[in-house]
């Protein structure tokens, strides 16, 4: 079994401050992790994945992630906010075995101010 | 734009009623995978196919059903629809079938409105 938690159903940072979301994870197996990027009106775009290997993972548009064992975190973090990464984002976990069945936290909006 | 299609963009029907969503994956990708976006469940999987075959399963009703075609598009049949079965459909497409750490391209969505 596996779960996925949020911290955060909203966070709101200024314009060149620093983005950090939370993300925390519980699975039975070592997982595969994901954040995602939702635009209004789109569909779900990866920003960046943790497989296996370099447990700081960088991903599109100046994102990262980093993959805490001991924590049962990928926090994803980016240095300095933009008004364009206004959006909804999610946190998964996928089993790195057996079947495809990948959950998703409920979301974190991130809101952007000038 | 990430290559893969869906239709219709909308839908509006009504309960007891039984609609058909389309997803075309992008050119190459096997695998489809089908989502339920809501407000109350959030973003749950509902099913996957490669190369016309079922290979994983998750939250889906057995009044949903979906299938693979040999040219590789998919459909998501809902029948016997209820309100609650309001939501965002998506459709995401990978190369391969083992799902788990595959890059997904996720497709706009079709929203589904039972009134």
């Known amino acids: 079994a596996q779960s996925v938690t949020q911290l955060g159903s909203h966070v709101s940072v200024s314009e060149g401050a620093l983005v950090l979301l939370r993300c925390n994870y519980s699975?039975?197996?070592?997982?595969?992790l994901f954040w995602y990027v939702q635009y209004p009106n789109q569909g779900l775009q990866l920003l960046l994945k943790?497989?296996?290997?370099?447990?700081l993972v960088k991903g599109i548009n100046g994102f990262e992630a980093e993959f805490k064992k001991s924590e049962t975190s990928f926090h994803l973090t980016k240095p300095s906010a933009h008004m364009s990464d206004a959006a909804e984002y999610f946190c998964?976990?996928?089993?790195?075995?057996?079947?495809?069945?990948?959950?998703f936290g409920r979301g974190t909006s991130l809101i952007v101010h000038p | 734009d990430s290559g893969v299609t869906q239709t219709p963009k909308h839908l509006i029907t009504a309960t007891g009623q039984r609609v058909t969503l389309r997803c075309s994956p992008r050119?190459?990708?096997?695998?489809v995978y089908w989502y339920q976006q809501s407000l109350d469940q959030g973003l749950q999987f509902l099913i996957q196919?490669?190369?016309?075959?079922?290979?994983a399963k998750g939250n889906i009703l057995e009044r949903f059903s979906a299938q693979q075609f040999p040219d590789l598009h998919s459909e998501l049949n809902l029948s016997s629809l209820e309100l609650g079965d309001s939501a965002l459909y998506f459709c995401?497409?990978?190369?391969?079938?083992?799902?788990?750490?595959?890059?997904?391209?996720f497709g706009p969505g079709t929203r589904l409105l039972v009134l």
């Open positions: 995401a497409s990978s190369v391969g079938s083992t799902g788990g750490k595959m890059t997904q391209y």
């Open positions: 699975s039975s197996v070592p997982p595969y």
């Open positions: 943790y497989t296996t290997g370099a447990t």
């Open positions: 998964a976990v996928t089993p790195s075995g057996g079947s495809y069945i990948p959950t």
């Open positions: 050119s190459g990708d096997l695998s």
């Open positions: 196919y490669y190369n016309g075959e079922e290979r």
